[in-house]
């Protein structure tokens, strides 16, 4: 089994920033993918972005939802199997509850179908 655990959600104004982290446990290694997807009121679950696993330098392989714009980023930490999110340019329409997940594969993906665990998610609200 896998454990999920994302932070750094919250409330902030429009243009405002926000760090999402989602830390992994159980198991699960570095060698695995993992993406971000959110879920607003009323609507599906989204790709937002993904990273590849840690193989022969495969993990800065990104991959980006069209409407991040260069606007968020996703990285790993050096060690460990942490990921971060990094929003910024925040706006209303932002507004979603972002989930992490793992695949049991090193290739990034944007399908939540290839995704194998996920977490509880963590609410980021944007307020104009």
């Known amino acids: 089994q896998v454990q999920l655990v994302e932070s750094g959600g919250g409330l902030v104004q429009a243009g405002g920033s926000l760090r999402l982290s989602c830390e992994a446990s159980?198991?699960?290694?570095?060698?695995?993918?993992m993406g971000w997807f959110r879920q607003a009121p009323g609507k599906e679950r989204e790709f937002v972005a993904a990273?590849?696993?840690?193989?022969?330098?495969?993990?800065?392989?990104?991959l980006y939802a069209d409407f991040v714009k260069g606007r968020f980023t996703i990285s790993r930490e050096n060690v460990g199997t942490r990921v971060y999110l990094q929003l910024n340019s925040l706006k209303p329409e932002d507004t979603a509850v972002y989930y992490c997940a793992v695949r049991e594969n090193w290739a990034r993906s944007s399908r939540a179908n290839d995704y194998d665990y996920w977490g509880q998610g963590t609410q980021v609200t944007v307020s104009s």
């Open positions: 990273i590849a696993g840690s193989i022969a330098g495969s993990s800065s392989l990104t």
């Open positions: 159980g198991r699960t290694s570095r060698r695995n993918a």
